[in-house]
């Protein structure tokens, strides 16, 4: 017994000193190389399944996570969570008519034809399966709305930070570590990958507004690039940062204008139901006579 101990640990011995010298003595990568690694175009990130179900999932949906990739990363979704989110929506859209079927061999939905819950179980999954799609572009629109608000407040940073002596590089990435949310996020890391690369900010900013489908972003970076350096890129990120600002006003206000007229109806139609209730008597008292 205590042969084959020590022949095992041994082994281990053995084995930990030729890793050891492995990884002492193997192939480095040169310089030239890790400068081309760090230059090198990133692509934006697909998350991969990472698990069999995640993968099962991902097939479900085929080429619509592709066709949906901006929707998907802003609002941080993988594949497999909108293939989870499409199934979800089609079991609701399904349920009535799986009740209906479930029901009707009992007699309590006997006067319904089986063709005609067979066509409303279809009929619902279906329905939901595309609703799935209306659901996703909603929640995209509202965090690209969260998004514009996020950049509106990060450009009036960056003017109050130039204002009060600041570069525009320094201006850049200080103002993206003040603020909080997902915004704020997506904007630090574009600005950290740019400085390692040592590429224009104005560029990794373009590639963020391509990625996440936020024109504003694509227009930052064609305003900048224009404006050059010194002194006309202060001007044009103030002028940049006054011009959001009114359009997310005008944007917040009208969205307070259609709220405010939403509310009529029901307003409108509880005075009608008041008066309703108020002018009974009164009719049922002419009608008796």
């Given at each position: 017994?205590?042969?084959?101990?020590m022949?095992?640990?041994?082994?281990?011995?053995?084995?930990?000193l030729?890793?050891?010298?492995?990884?002492?003595?193997?192939?480095?990568?040169?310089?030239?190389?890790?400068?081309?690694e760090?230059?090198?175009?990133?692509?934006?990130?697909v998350?991969?399944?990472?698990?069999?179900?995640?993968?099962?999932?991902?097939?479900?949906?085929g080429?619509?996570?592709?066709?949906?990739r901006?929707?998907?990363?802003v609002?941080?979704?993988?594949?497999?969570?909108y293939?989870?989110?499409?199934?979800?929506w089609?079991?609701?859209?399904a349920?009535?008519?799986?009740?209906?079927?479930?029901?009707?061999?009992?007699?309590?939905?006997?006067?319904?034809?089986?063709?005609?819950?067979?066509a409303?179980l279809?009929?619902?999954?279906?329905?939901g399966?595309?609703?799935?799609?209306?659901?996703?572009?909603?929640?995209?629109?509202?965090?690209?709305?969260?998004?514009?608000?996020?950049?509106?407040?990060?450009?009036?940073?960056?003017?109050?930070?130039?204002?009060?002596?600041?570069?525009?590089?320094?201006?850049?990435?200080?103002?993206?570590?003040?603020?909080?949310?997902?915004?704020f996020?997506?904007l630090?890391?574009?600005?950290s990958?740019?400085?390692?690369r040592?590429?224009?900010?104005?560029?990794t900013?373009?590639?963020?507004?391509?990625?996440?489908?936020?024109?504003?972003?694509?227009?930052?970076?064609?305003?900048?690039?224009?404006?050059?350096?010194?002194?006309?890129?202060?001007?044009?990120?103030?002028?940049?940062?006054?011009?959001?600002?009114?359009?997310?006003?005008n944007?917040?206000?009208?969205?307070a204008?259609?709220?405010?007229?939403?509310?009529v109806l029901?307003?409108?139609?509880?005075?009608?139901?008041f008066?309703?209730?108020?002018g009974?008597?009164?009719?049922?008292?002419?009608?008796?006579?």
């Open positions: 017994m205590m042969t084959v101990a022949a095992v640990a041994g082994a281990l011995v053995g084995g930990g030729l890793l050891m010298i492995r990884g002492a003595l193997g192939p480095t990568a040169s310089l030239p190389s890790f400068v081309e760090l230059h090198r175009t990133r692509e934006p990130v998350h991969a399944p990472t698990t069999w179900t995640d993968d099962l999932l991902t097939k479900t949906v080429a619509g996570a592709t066709r949906h901006a929707d998907l990363e609002c941080e979704r993988t594949p497999a969570k293939a989870q989110d499409r199934l979800a089609t079991a609701i859209g349920a009535p008519g799986l009740l209906t079927l479930a029901i009707a061999p009992i007699g309590v939905a006997s006067v319904l034809n089986p063709f005609v819950a067979l409303l279809v009929a619902g999954a279906a329905g399966w595309m609703y799935s799609i209306v659901d996703l572009r909603s929640d995209a629109e509202s965090k690209r709305r969260e998004f514009r608000h996020a950049l509106t407040a990060y450009l009036e940073l960056v003017a109050i930070l130039q204002a009060g002596g600041a570069g525009t590089q320094s201006a850049l990435y200080d103002a993206a570590s003040i603020g909080r949310g997902s915004g996020r997506h630090k890391t574009a600005l990958a740019a400085q390692s040592r590429e224009a900010p104005w560029d900013l373009g590639q963020l507004g391509q990625r996440l489908g936020i024109g504003e972003l694509i227009e930052l970076k064609q305003s900048m690039t224009l404006a050059g350096d010194g002194a006309r890129v202060r001007d044009s990120l103030r002028a940049k940062a006054e011009s959001m600002r009114d359009k997310d006003r944007a917040q206000e009208t969205e204008e259609k709220k405010s007229e939403s509310m029901p307003v409108v139609m509880v005075f009608a139901g008066l309703l209730l108020i009974y008597p009164a009719i049922s008292g002419l009608s008796a006579t």
